[in-house]
């Protein structure tokens, strides 16, 4: 899958779930193409066979951006990690992998390296080049962390429970902008970053009415998340040409809690802007004409039929 003229940057939606093992919305993870460029965005559960469904070699990732250490936003790097330094043509990264995160980023990627010295071991055959079986981590601070080939990926600060440090970025690209939120309750922040940006993808969690004076959830579980309403007043504030949400908490879990429509509604009742639902393996494409959702599934059938049976 490559990036075309007329979409400047292109936004897959790898996973839009939580911690909750759902088949449906696989963990956290986000694909931005531009100029030629792979980035991943956070790797919940189940990233690589994500990437593999959209036509994205696992070797073929440019650079990771970690936007905290939560497991559910981390547990699918190492299958990209270590799956895309093997030969077979899913893989066959030649150089280290490059992972921006938070103050601790280097003990992260130590213990991945660690975790996988017998997997390296077991594998040190010649044509795994060892710079390939490397993480190179990167801690990141607010402000501009990357930039190649005209891309920008700039960090900023958000608040998400106590955690010490977390982050949300922004990815500019001739003259398009994109805003991944990250865990956070709602943040003049985000806002900041956001601003007049094209595509805004926001975090957003809800709690069944039956369930709202549940103290745990209630004071505990929504301060470090961002409810439908408080979305609506930061939708209101960025205006951006299209907001869409991920990481779609629906309190208490297990298929019992708000449904999508009732979230989108709370949002739509207060802000009356352009906002959808994320889905795993939707794409978002930013450029000239706005911004454009689509479905993976059916933009590879299509291709499918035009080529040329191998
Ligand atoms: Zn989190
Ligand atoms: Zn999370």
């Known amino acids: 899958m490559t990036t075309h003229?007329?979409?400047?940057?292109?936004v897959t939606l790898l996973g839009t779930g939580t911690p909750q093992p759902d088949?449906?919305?696989?963990?956290?993870?986000?694909?931005?193409?531009?100029?030629g460029l792979n980035l991943l965005f956070d790797a919940g559960r189940g990233a690589s066979l994500r990437l593999t469904q959209v036509g994205c070699r696992l070797g073929a990732i440019d650079a990771v951006f970690l936007t905290h250490f939560h497991s559910d936003h981390t547990a699918g790097l190492p299958d990209v990690y270590a799956s895309g330094y093997i030969p077979g043509p899913?893989?066959?990264?030649?150089?280290?992998?490059?992972?921006?995160?938070?103050?601790?980023?280097?003990?992260?990627?130590?213990?991945?390296?660690?975790?996988?010295?017998?997997?390296?071991?077991e594998r040190a055959i010649k044509s795994?080049?060892?710079?390939?079986?490397?993480?190179?981590?990167?801690?990141v601070a607010e402000g501009i962390v990357y930039e190649q080939a005209g891309v920008t990926v700039t960090a900023f600060g958000t608040y998400h429970h106590d955690f010490a440090r977390t982050y949300g970025y922004r990815i500019d690209y001739a003259g398009y902008s994109v805003v991944l939120s990250g865990d956070t309750a709602a943040d003049p922040r985000v806002i900041d970053a956001a601003v007049g940006c094209d595509l805004l993808i926001h975090e957003v969690a809800a709690i069944d009415g039956s369930m709202s004076d549940n103290v745990?959830?209630?004071?505990?579980v929504m301060r470090g998340h961002t409810s439908p309403e408080e979305a609506a007043h930061v939708f209101e504030a960025v205006q951006p040409k299209?907001?869409?949400?991920?990481?779609?908490?629906?309190?208490?879990?297990?298929?019992?809690?708000?449904?999508?429509?009732?979230?989108l509604d709370r949002t739509s009742a207060i802000y009356g802007g352009s906002v959808i639902a994320g889905r795993d393996l939707m794409i978002l494409e930013v450029g000239s004409e706005g911004v454009f959702a689509s479905d993976a599934k059916q933009r590879l059938s299509v291709t499918s039929e035009e080529e040329e049976p191998i």
């Not at 003229?5 to 292109?10: A, E, L, V």
């Not at 130590?110 to 996988?116: T, W």
Request: avoid cysteine; hydrophobic fraction near 40%; charge should be negative.
């Open 5 to 10: 003229d007329s979409t400047p940057i292109s």
């Open 23 to 35: 088949i449906e919305r696989f963990g956290p993870a986000t694909l931005i193409q531009a100029a």
């Open 90 to 121: 899913f893989g066959k990264r030649q150089k280290a992998l490059t992972v921006y995160g938070p103050e601790g980023i280097e003990e992260f990627t130590e213990g991945l390296m660690l975790a996988f010295r017998g997997d390296m071991r």
């Open 128 to 139: 795994i080049s060892p710079d390939a079986t490397k993480l190179e981590p990167r801690e």
């Open 216 to 220: 745990f959830f209630r004071d505990v």
């Open 242 to 263: 299209l907001a869409v949400f991920t990481h779609i908490v629906q309190l208490p879990g297990g298929h019992v809690g708000p449904s999508v429509q009732s979230i």
